[in-house]
């Protein structure tokens, strides 16, 4: 999902020679798919026999016609979905918009149809995109659970080798990309990536990652916790995963 944790994750994974990767976010299932599936072609590294192509774009996730579009494209493809906390996801999502356009409400306000009902607006795409279980429905109508791996954002951040296993054996790989790859950077406060064996400078995320979020008044995130929390549960339902989304929660 958007502000997830999927560029860390593609930029991993990419560290596997098994794996090669389109680094910006071709957007074919939803923005370019009038454009046939030559253009998709050609977006795509070249691979060689073995390799596994990849990409990712979080907007797939959210669109209606991706899971169907995808399935009639090749129904065996594999499927990462990395989600985290959506009440931090959608402060993340605010945080991203607010920094191109400075001049919009401030969060309280986009988030509440009525502040004093306490009515949150669920048409406003940084909720809506957490409405987590909502956007899977959709997708299980084309493919099996066995074929979607679900990563944790905030794992990827605490225990990053840990779910780069996940995802190296989801996609049959060998396990490659383990805690060698990752140091600690505490100045963005999240892993970066190394190059094992290699002089050359660790690569972090950019500026736009690790952004210092907006103060957001506490009343409107236990407003916002009450409304994800029995999407949430569906979602562990579905996935069969805890995420340990209220967990966090209450350690707060």
Known sequence: VKKGGTRALLE??????DVRAVGTEPHFFDRNYEKGLEWYRNVMPKTLEGQITMEKTPSYFVT?????????????TKLI??????????????????????????FEVLAFKNRTLGLIDASWSAIRIGIYALHL?????????????????ERLITDPAGEMAKVQDFL???????????????????????????????????KSKGRTHPKI?????????????????????????????EQEESDK
């Open 64 to 76: 209606n016609e991706a899971p169907r579009r995808i399935h009639s494209m090749a129904k065996d």
């Open 137 to 153: 429905e959709n997708w299980l109508q084309y493919f099996p659970l066995s074929q979607i791996l679900f990563v944790s954002g």
């Open 12 to 17: 991993a994974i990419r560290a596997h020679p």
């Open 172 to 206: 049959g790989l060998k396990r490659v990309v383990t805690e060698k790859h990752f140091y600690f950077n505490k100045t963005k406060g999240f892993p970066c990536l190394k190059k094992p064996e290699d002089s050359s400078a660790p690569r972090c995320l950019g």
């Open 81 to 106: 979905v990395v989600v985290r906390n959506p009440v931090t996801r959608a402060i993340s999502d605010y945080t991203q918009t607010l920094s191109k356009k400075p001049e919009i409400p401030t």
């Open 217 to 245: 008044d506490p009343d409107v995130i236990h407003r916002l916790r009450k409304f994800y929390k029995p999407f949430n549960v569906m979602f562990y339902q579905m996935t069969g995963q805890d995420f340990q989304w």
